[in-house]
């Protein structure tokens, strides 16, 4: 692999850590060559590493993280690198801060939620590319058939747009896309595997989305969208009840 012939499939390997120090070097060496890409890689490992940080493998912030601030602070010039890195480590020091808060008050989210919110953007990112066509038929009744995910009846209001199987550990992972009378765009992600999710809904902050996370029986359950966590968590409770109904 060289940088100038990298795929998208790379920069996910990457994102997952599955890339010898060869090819990370390659991908590195292309984001270091196109900066608005590799803001957008550093904000998905932002929310993976975030995500691992509520699930409860919280560690203190160290004490060289945050005099590097300081140092870099004192000994700043003028350019773009020094100024990035500044941010960058500011950046983090507060979203380590702001996520040990989290993770005092709040259950720790079980690691398919990681998956869903990964999901989610795949399913933006298709609704915004001519290429990929959308599959908007939602029918809760087969899906129950082929893949025993219970899904609901959805609000007679919301608008489904795309609804796609992912492959996922223990069986494929359902994503559905809706749109709200108000426009917004919600992902529902749901997976047949018992896991460590609340039973009634708990929604986080992961990163630029809100995310709520709970479970019926056997099967698990997220919605995703770009609204503050208290209304995601707000639907998600609305759907819960329907999925009970």
Same mark, same amino acid.
């Given at each position: 692999?060289? !940088?100038?012939? &990298?795929?998208?499939?790379? @920069? ?9 120090? +060869?090819?990370?070097? *390659? ?11 590799? !803001? ?9 590493? %975030? ?8 560690? $203190? ?10 140092? =870099? ?12 890195? &500044? ?7 507060? *979203?380590?801060?702001?996520? &040990? ?9 079980? $690691?398919?939620? @990681? ?32 893949? +025993? ?6 609000? %007679? ?9 992912? $492959? ?17 765009? &919600?992902?529902?992600? *749901? ?12 929604? =986080?902050? %992961? ?21 503050? $966590? ?16």
């Amino acid at each position: 692999m060289t !940088a100038e012939c &990298l795929s998208e499939i790379d @920069i996910m390997a990457y994102v997952d850590g599955e890339l010898d120090l +060869n090819n990370q070097l *390659a991908v590195e060496e292309h984001l270091s060559r196109n900066p608005g890409q590799a !803001a957008e890689v550093m904000g998905e490992l932002r929310t993976r590493t %975030a995500l691992k940080l509520l699930s409860g493998r919280v560690l $203190p912030i160290p004490d060289k993280m945050l005099g590097l601030t300081q140092r =870099i602070e004192a000994d700043r010039k003028p350019g773009r690198f020094r100024q990035f890195a &500044l941010a960058g480590v500011g950046v983090m020091a507060f *979203a380590c801060a702001a996520l &040990l808060f989290w993770a005092g008050r709040n259950p720790s989210p079980p $690691p398919y939620v @990681i998956s869903a919110v990964a999901s989610h953007r795949t399913a933006m990112l298709r609704a915004a590319m001519a290429s990929q066509l959308e599959t908007p038929h939602y029918d809760a009744s087969e899906i129950l058939s082929k893949t +025993n995910i219970a899904m609901p009846n959805l609000p %007679a209001d919301w608008r489904v747009t795309d609804v796609q199987l992912f $492959p996922f550990d223990r069986g494929p992972a359902l994503m559905v896309v809706v749109r709200t009378p108000r426009g917004e765009a &919600l992902s529902i992600f *749901a997976i047949r595997e018992p896991t460590a999710a609340p039973e009634r809904p708990n929604a =986080i902050q %992961a990163g630029a989305e809100s995310v709520a996370f709970w479970r019926l029986g056997d099967v698990s359950y997220a919605l995703i969208g770009d609204d503050a $966590p208290e209304d995601v968590d707000a639907s998600a409770e609305a759907l819960a009840h329907l999925w009970k109904s």
